[in-house]
């Protein structure tokens, strides 16, 4: 991603702000939990991408802003999280959850991000700041499915949890979410930046299913 940056840095050499979305998803894997923008990052990490822009745009004395999402959700989001659990609760399925389903996670509704990018820009205190940004609330994997059925409208689903190591599943993914703890501070974000998350885990599942999953929208088909 440093390779498709450059290119706008060099541009634009006047530029007065470049706000960059990266991911948690570069933090080192820690047993210290929340993670906090100070926190070791993974250069081996899949997000490898996003510390190599991180690092550009700091080696160039650029004016920029890293914003670090958890999972994002919400309507029109191009990789809704959610989409696997309402599937299986609109077919009155079982919803299968990898290992105790008490990993604990973190979600932030998308237009909470946008409200973040707002606050950001021409802001002089996010010169030179990473930021994580996400909903106030943690959730555990099975709790995710359960407040997925409740934004539906539906019953509380059946739970069947199994060990991904058990089942070939190719190239896709057992489960939409990391297969252990992960979730993100965004102490700093909301006492710098007057933001807060507007939206609690519930209403902002609601707002999804309502304004997407609900009419009928979804990026992806399930084949369950």
Not at 8 to 32: H, T
Not at 94 to 110: A, N, Y
């Amino acid at each position: 991603e440093a390779t498709e940056t450059e290119p706008i840095i060099d541009a634009i050499p006047n530029l007065e702000q470049y706000i960059y979305c990266s991911s948690a998803g570069v933090y080192l894997k820690s047993d210290m939990m929340p993670h906090r923008e100070e926190d070791p990052v993974d250069p081996k990490s899949r997000h490898k991408g996003k510390l190599d822009t991180e690092s550009f745009l700091k080696s160039k004395d650029v004016n920029f802003t890293s914003v670090r999402p958890v999972y994002i959700y919400g309507p029109l989001n191009y990789n809704p999280v959610e989409e696997f659990f309402f599937h299986r609760i609109a077919a009155g399925r079982p919803i299968p959850v990898p290992g105790s389903g008490i990993q604990v996670t973190q979600l932030g509704h998308v237009k909470d991000l946008a409200d973040a990018f707002v606050k950001i820009l021409g802001n002089p205190k996010a010169a030179q700041q990473v930021y994580n940004i996400s909903g106030e609330q943690f959730v555990t994997f099975d709790g995710i499915a359960k407040a997925c059925a409740i934004a539906a409208g539906a019953p509380e689903p059946e739970l069947v949890h199994f060990n991904a190591k058990d089942f070939d599943f190719g190239k896709k993914k057992a489960f939409p979410m990391r297969d252990q703890h992960f979730f993100a501070s965004v102490d700093k974000a909301m006492a710098e930046l007057d933001w807060a998350p507007k939206f609690s885990l519930i209403d902002g599942l609601k707002d999804s299913y309502q304004k997407d999953f609900g009419l009928g929208q979804f990026q992806k088909s399930c084949r369950f």
